[in-house]
């Protein structure tokens, strides 16, 4: 790859449904300089194995993350609240579906 | 050869080498995507050529199979469109003759899919569909090249001035033509014209280019009388079948 493409072409990420019903599933990325290349280029990349049955195609800039370094404070009191987890209750039997 | 086995000896050839020339691009295109996207394209066209050779050899009765046409005929018994076998030059001059021929094909798949012969209809049927995304693909590209920056428009009109004089090949009937077309089997060439005409034309203003006036052309490429740049393809393609007869992965 030369390094305009690198330097001027936005990267993409790019979600496949594999088929009807499931959801779209986060593959990879790539570089195009438009949507509609975008979605070409991952039709070429991801879809070649009939992987997928829908892509779609966001501008990686455009996705807001969360920062590694406020993994403790976001995630951490999670962690001992164990209540939150359906296995923490016994379930009475005469309850036939829950 | 028959009227029909040579009919569908042009459209195995010219799928073939314009396979042989994307294939060319791997490892140097512009980015890593295109060099994917253009190893697509190619994959497809070859897998076309496949059938229609495979069925040519069975046309001809000879018991020449698809890799003894494909690697062991001269340059002057291929009869692939000159368009096609015109060198890659840049990515410009590449997308410009893969968009005039993707147009062109589409056009001649969506009228051979009513063709008598149930072989060539069913290639039709199935390339109608990657004829359809490759010309997406690089009518895409012409749109983003010409009406892109000052250079890629400047560049892309080059490119279209230059290889324009090669269409009036692509709709130019001859005997095997009309003979084809007769018998139901294929179509005259001249009826593909409109068709072509308005897909270009199209994409043309959308990439705010000028289609260039009509020129009388020498090449008979489908006649097997080809420019200069045939040879030193099937050179390059044939070597390995010809030093290793019969290799196989």
Known sequence: MSDPAKQDWPLYEIFIRPRSGLDHKHVGSLHATDARMALEHARDLYTRRQEGVSIWAVRSADIVASDPADADAFFEPAKDKIYRHPTFYDIPDEVKTL | MTPHGRYVLRLADTNLVLAQRLGEWAGHAPALEEDLGLAN?????????????????????????????????????????????????????????????????????????????????????????????????????????GDGTAESHARVAQSVARLWPYTGELFADDDVDRAAAEAGIGVLPSTLEPAFSARVDETLARATLARPAQTPFNWYGKQGRHSEHLGYLLAEMQSLHRAHPGAAW
Request: without cysteine.
């Open chain 2, 41 to 145: 394209v190619s994959l497809d066209l070859l897998g076309q050529a496949r059938l229609l050779l495979a069925h040519a050899g069975q046309l001809e009765g000879s018991g020449r199979g698809e890799d003894e046409l494909a690697f062991l005929r001269e340059e002057s018994d291929f009869y692939n469109l000159t368009l096609v076998e015109q060198p890659n030059g840049d990515f410009g001059d590449t997308v410009v003759r893969q968009f005039l021929f993707d147009a062109w094909q589409l056009g001649a798949y969506e009228a051979l899919r009513d063709s008598r012969d149930a072989t060539l209809a069913a290639i039709a049927a199935k390339g109608r569909g990657e004829a359809t995304y490759h010309l997406r693909y690089s009518g895409g590209w012409l749109v983003r090249l």
